[in-house]
């Protein structure tokens, strides 16, 4: 077989991409992903603000957020819903892009499925988390940093998601533009032997502290309490009702 002795980066195959790697994109390589994140950061796509609130406990967890998105200086919307079920005892906090942070839910709710369809049984929290952070990492999500908890047969997890994908786990944590103003509340209420009720209030008081001085954090809470027997999310437009 003769070998081609010419330059084709010039003829046809340059025009049809065929200078990339044949078995790409690798994580991060994504065609123009930081101009696309970039672009997520303008004044006009729509974005949730957000306080959001993890809390670990012996029993399960618990996390909050508030219900507010805004668009540029407008609030967009005064009733979204900023914590997802994405596993059957798994849940997962929303701050950044709307539909970024919709994309990244639907595809965890469907990769956890089929996991569980080709393995017979659920996937590990520890597992999720990775898989949540190489989805950040691969540039396909624009600006999203989430929390994730849940219960496997280890116990209780929280783990802090930023957004590059990088993962630890906590006892609690904090994500979105009130994140200052929650994690004080925190460092204050929380204590090693807390209860999932007392949890509930105290992240309560995170995302009340957080509405009093965050602008784009508002409208409401919502709760997500995460238990060996699923996922139990409730909305309140008064927090009141939890205090």
Known sequence: ???????????????????????????????????????????????????????????????????RASLGGMVSSKDVQKVEEVHPRGALTIAGSVSAAQHLISTLKAETSLYETRRGKDMSMEALSTLTGNLLRSGAFYIVQPILGGVDDEGAHIYSIDALGGTTEEEYTVTGSGSQYALGVLEQEYHDDVTVDEATEIAAKAIQSAVERDLASGNGINVAVVTDEGVDITRYKDFDDLL
């Open 1 to 67: 077989m003769r070998t081609p002795t010419g330059d084709l980066s010039d003829g046809p195959a340059e025009e049809l991409g065929r200078d990339q790697p044949v078995f790409g994109p690798e994580i991060g390589e994504f065609e123009h992903s930081e101009r696309r994140a970039a672009q997520a950061d303008g004044e006009g796509e729509m974005k949730t603000g957000t306080t959001t609130v993890g809390i670990k406990t012996a029993d399960g967890v618990v996390m909050a957020t508030d219900m």
